[in-house]
DNA sequence: ATCTGGTTTAACTAACCGGTTAGATATGGC
DNA sequence: GCCATATCTAACCGGTTAGTTAAACCAGAT
């Protein structure tokens, strides 16, 4: 046991040419044949290294998020404020989704499908990682730079920004392809990209700002 | 022709279940008897009526896709200023996912295959409710309201938070029985609270603002 | 050499599922 | 009444699919 993890074990294998099957086909459109041929490996060896279509693609999920959160924390140790810290959960998320590009279309699916299917283990992966979003935003609002807001929807809106970010690209080149004209700008976005956009996009929205004088309209209703 | 589509249209019928199975199960999941049964229709007569599989998702696509855009032009025909109207295309959206819970999964699991199965007409549709964003967001720029940002990664963090945040409410409510105590407010936001929190944030974090006595350190690069 | 336990394979199976068919029934025009 | 057409049904079909089985293979221990 504790054997080397390379691409000769066939678990490693299976595991990987599932997670893709998986993203891009989904638990019911995926044929454990067509996992097991791809990974070069006979069907019943597949029953025996991993179990059963349930067993392998809880395997899937739990791999695939334990890999990004990782990561994340491994990032997130050298960064100070919370302003640093969200720049860095932005950044590595949208990292991690480039990089391994099942993740985004896995958690769209589980999304799509509430979540049913998801392992008790991987769920409470997702609470920690809501747990230092909300810590963040809590620190920052102590520390007078972020403005009180819901952290459940904040956190969701992060995480859904960048994995729909991250996943839209063959959308987007379908719309261009349907609509659009030459515009070759309209498809590409890096990880860096995203990560810039949205975490601008976030950072100035929760800056806690000076009460100005009144300019605007008053609040009417 | 042009019967009345009410309830006793088997049409009706098979498309409003139809739309109901994709959604939780997509379209690899769904079964064909299933939705033949649940619509109390004859399997043949959906395949007469309909067609096949995919002409029936195709159909839920459209439908599905086409109520929600109606229910943004008619909010958005009163609207005047640049955040107005994305105030209107936030709280619309959040208020048709909501009302209609196919709309979220759909969209979702769309994403998650890459688009490869929506029709040019549905692709027509997305691309004009970009054209709308984008505009909104050029009106704003001119206006010297908004800062000037990338309008396709601006529109696809929109639609992705709320589709999110709305499709989001059943793995909350894993999240919470999993970890969380009695924290009701953990699993339930209205329409009316995700689009509050997400107009807000993202019109703050589109706001232009004066330059501002710099304080930060320089953007270096 | 042989026994033992883990590993691997080809073949099998029973259920399922999308789609079809042949024929029945209803409807409306004439 | 009668024909043409649209609507509807039960039964069927062939291919697919998750999961199993029984037997082979192979390495190390004795």
């Not at 991690?96 to 590009?101: G, K, L, S």
Request: charged residues 25%; without cysteine.
């Amino acid at each position: 046991m504790a054997r080397a993890r390379t691409d000769s074990d066939p678990r490693v294998r299976i595991l990987d040419v599932a997670a893709q099957v998986f993203a891009s086909s989904g638990f019911a459109g995926a044929r454990i044949d067509d996992i097991a041929e791809r990974a070069r490996v006979n069907k019943a060896m597949l029953y025996y290294h991993v179990g059963d279509k349930q067993a392998l693609y809880a395997a899937v999920l739990l791999q695939t998020i334990d890999h990004a959160l990782a990561r994340i924390d491994a990032a997130l140790a050298a960064a100070r404020s919370a302003e640093e810290r969200l720049r860095v959960i932005v950044s590595t998320v949208a990292a991690a989704a480039q990089e391994n590009p099942n993740f985004a279309p896995l958690m769209l699916r589980e999304l799509a499908s509430g979540g049913q299917s998801i392992p008790d283990q991987v769920v409470r992966r997702m609470a920690r990682l809501f747990r230092t979003v909300a810590e963040i935003l809590a620190d920052g609002e102590r520390a007078g730079r972020f403005r009180n807001v819901d952290p459940v929807m904040t956190h969701m809106s992060i995480m859904g920004s960048i994995i729909v970010l991250t996943a839209g690209a063959p959308i987007r080149r379908r719309i261009r392809d349907v609509v659009g004209g030459p515009r070759a700008s309209f498809v590409d976005r890096s990880a860096a990209d995203i990560a810039a956009h949205f975490s601008d996009l976030i950072l100035e929205g929760l800056q806690k700002r000076v009460p100005a004088p009144a300019r605007r309209r008053t609040r009417t209703k």
